[in-house]
């Protein structure tokens, strides 16, 4: 009895012993296991990726802990994809980002030299010399007798019957070349955007949401041809007045000129929030210096933007060979007919005093808004990025207006007034540039900036 009643003490605490041993064993490994729990819940913040992190994983009660090769390649790609804020707009990695882009920053770079070539078509007054218009263009002419019938097209419009009568055939081919250059280098445009966008649709590289943007900038790209020609018909139609000189409307002229403007912008900033989705952010004291620059830098981008508009009016009503006095328009400083026409709202679109001295106005109101923006940066604790784009934008400004005044000063020069068209766009790019390096940054980037210090 005696000997029973030991053996089951001896098996009972061997049990317990047993026991004990294990439940130590656990504690251990869970242990080792919270770093791991709390390093997926503080990066993935999800119970499927709580869940993910340990699937096909393996706890022993050794006190340690050995996931399976298979999950931790899938732990490491949950982890770098799920930025918590962060939105990518390419989701096939670094690589494809990078490719991406470059096509959509060279996309933006040709609508730029579109800009600059419709420029010089209109200031050669090359852009009536094509009297007609398909969407998919055609072959210029090729023989002296195709050359001809163009030439008597050319010759039934009110261009050539009250400004160039006369013309020889080779100044007709000159100005020919030129508008049909701008036409088809629009329409090489649209061949060199629509095929990589349909290849790496068909890669899947890119979100819906990018998808859904690209599309509407090509289709709107696309309208941009019919406004071109709804603006070159315009020019072609009879003059009210025998006294008046035939051109194209300054309306049409102004809207064909914004949606340009328009679709670079939308392909600039697309192709900055592919290769840069987060702000230059690397410290708290930068994030609240780039918040207060975003309260100036938005208004001002819209005085920039009004002001290239109100540019595309001078061009439109050729107000830019009025006036060609500065600071002065003449002999006053405001003409007295810049309220002549009837109805009054008639007078700042259509009026060529009124034009100028709104562009003027406007000019002169955009260079003292980026002056202000540049002088209240300084005491602003901003990114180095950030500081030397406020400084770029103060110096392009001042070049911007510079050329103004001696575009007007020499009478139009076409080289003059391409690079004042140029420059626009230049002070224009700079804003967006602008604008998006002091955007607000995604929160992932903001709580991995609490621990650090302020810097200058």
Same mark, same amino acid.
């Given at each position: 009895?005696?000997?029973?009643?030991?053996?089951?003490?001896?098996?009972?605490?061997?049990?317990?012993?047993?026991?004990?041993?294990?439940?130590?064993?656990?504690?251990?490994?869970?242990?080792?296991?919270?770093?791991?729990?709390?390093?997926?819940?503080?990066?993935?913040?999800?119970?499927?990726?709580?869940?993910?992190?340990?699937?096909?994983?393996?706890?022993?009660?050794? &006190?340690?802990?050995?996931?399976?090769?298979? =999950?931790?390649?899938?732990?490491?790609?949950?982890?770098?994809? =799920?930025?918590?804020?962060?939105?990518?707009?390419?989701?096939?990695?670094?690589?494809?980002?990078?490719?991406?882009?470059?096509?959509?920053?060279?996309?933006?770079?040709?609508?730029?030299?579109?800009? +600059?070539?419709?420029?010089?078509?209109?200031?050669?007054?090359?852009?009536?010399?094509?009297?007609?218009?398909?969407?998919?263009?055609?072959?210029?002419?090729?023989?002296?007798?195709?050359?001809?019938?163009?030439?008597?097209?050319?010759?039934?419009?009110?261009?050539?019957?009250?400004?160039?009568? !006369?013309?020889?055939?080779?100044?007709?081919?000159?100005?020919?070349?030129?508008?049909?250059?701008?036409?088809?280098?629009?329409?090489?445009?649209?061949?060199?955007?629509?095929?990589?966008?349909?290849?790496?649709?068909?890669? &899947?590289?890119?979100?819906?949401?990018?998808? #859904?943007?690209?599309?509407?900038?090509?289709?709107?790209?696309?309208?941009?041809?019919?406004?071109?020609?709804?603006?070159?018909?315009?020019?072609?139609?009879?003059?009210?007045?025998?006294?008046?000189?035939?051109?194209?409307?300054?309306?049409?002229?102004?809207?064909?000129?914004?949606?340009?403007?328009?679709?670079?912008? %939308?392909?600039?900033?697309?192709?900055?929030?592919? +290769?840069?989705?987060?702000?230059?952010?690397?410290?708290?004291?930068?994030?609240?210096?780039?918040?207060?620059?975003?309260?100036?830098?938005?208004?001002?981008?819209?005085?920039?933007?009004?002001?290239?508009?109100?540019?595309?009016?001078?061009? !439109?009503?050729?107000?830019?060979?009025?006036? =060609?006095?500065?600071?002065?328009?003449?002999?006053?400083?405001?003409?007295?007919?810049?309220?002549? #026409?009837?109805?009054?709202?008639?007078?700042?679109?259509?009026?060529?005093?009124? +034009?100028?001295?709104?562009?003027?106005?406007?000019?002169?109101?955009?260079?003292?808004?980026?002056?202000?923006?540049?002088?209240?940066?300084?005491?602003?604790?901003?990114?180095?990025?950030?500081?030397?784009?406020?400084?770029?934008?103060?110096?392009?400004?001042?070049?911007?207006?510079?050329? %103004?005044?001696?575009?007007?000063?020499?009478?139009?020069?076409?080289?003059? !007034?391409?690079?004042?068209?140029?420059?626009?766009?230049?002070?224009?790019?700079?804003?967006?540039?602008? =604008?998006?390096?002091?955007?607000?940054?995604?929160?992932?980037?903001?709580?991995?900036?609490?621990?650090?210090?302020?810097?200058?």
């Amino acid at each position: 009895m005696l000997r029973s009643r030991s053996i089951l003490l001896f098996g009972r605490k061997k049990i317990l012993s047993s026991f004990s041993q294990i439940k130590d064993s656990y504690r251990v490994s869970k242990e080792s296991v919270l770093p791991y729990t709390s390093f997926a819940s503080r990066s993935c913040g999800t119970q499927s990726s709580f869940r993910s992190l340990f699937d096909g994983s393996r706890i022993t009660f050794k &006190g340690f802990y050995r996931p399976s090769s298979r =999950n931790m390649s899938t732990t490491t790609s949950i982890l770098s994809s =799920n930025k918590e804020g962060l939105k990518l707009l390419v989701t096939a990695g670094p690589h494809a980002q990078k490719i991406v882009g470059i096509w959509l920053f060279g996309s933006a770079a040709w609508v730029f030299s579109m800009v +600059v070539l419709g420029g010089v078509t209109r200031l050669t007054r090359s852009g009536l010399s094509m009297t007609d218009w398909k969407f998919t263009g055609g072959l210029p002419p090729l023989s002296e007798e195709e050359w001809l019938i163009e030439f008597e097209k050319y010759k039934q419009s009110p261009e050539y019957k009250r400004v160039n009568k !006369g013309m020889s055939i080779e100044d007709f081919k000159f100005i020919y070349w030129l508008e049909y250059a701008h036409r088809m280098w629009g329409r090489a445009l649209g061949v060199m955007f629509a095929l990589p966008f349909t290849y790496f649709l068909h890669k &899947g590289w890119i979100t819906f949401r990018l998808g #859904m943007k690209l599309s509407a900038l090509f289709a709107f790209g696309a309208g941009q041809g019919l406004i071109g020609w709804w603006m070159v018909k315009s020019g072609l139609e009879e003059p009210a007045s025998e006294y008046v000189e035939p051109r194209v409307s300054p309306y049409r002229l102004a809207a064909h000129l914004t949606s340009a403007f328009a679709i670079y912008s %939308g392909l600039l900033w697309t192709a900055l929030s592919v +290769v840069m989705p987060d702000p230059p952010s690397e410290s708290i004291a930068w994030v609240h210096g780039a918040a207060k620059v975003k309260k100036l830098a938005l208004p001002v981008s819209l005085l920039v933007g009004v002001t290239a508009i109100s540019g595309a009016f001078v061009a !439109g009503n050729d107000a830019g060979h009025a006036y =060609n006095t500065f600071p002065k328009m003449g002999d006053t400083w405001i003409p007295d007919d810049i309220f002549s #026409m009837k109805p009054l709202i008639r007078n700042f679109f259509e009026n060529t005093s009124m +034009v100028q001295l709104d562009h003027r106005i406007l000019a002169t109101a955009t260079l003292l808004s980026i002056g202000s923006l540049w002088w209240a940066s300084k005491r602003l604790d901003l990114h180095p990025a950030v500081r030397s784009l406020i400084g770029s934008t103060m110096g392009m400004a001042a070049l911007q207006v510079t050329l %103004g005044i001696s575009t007007l000063l020499s009478y139009v020069p076409v080289s003059l !007034g391409t690079a004042h068209q140029a420059g626009a766009l230049t002070l224009l790019t700079l804003m967006i540039l602008l =604008n998006h390096s002091v955007r607000r940054p995604s929160m992932k980037l903001v709580k991995s900036l609490t621990s650090v210090p302020k810097t200058a």
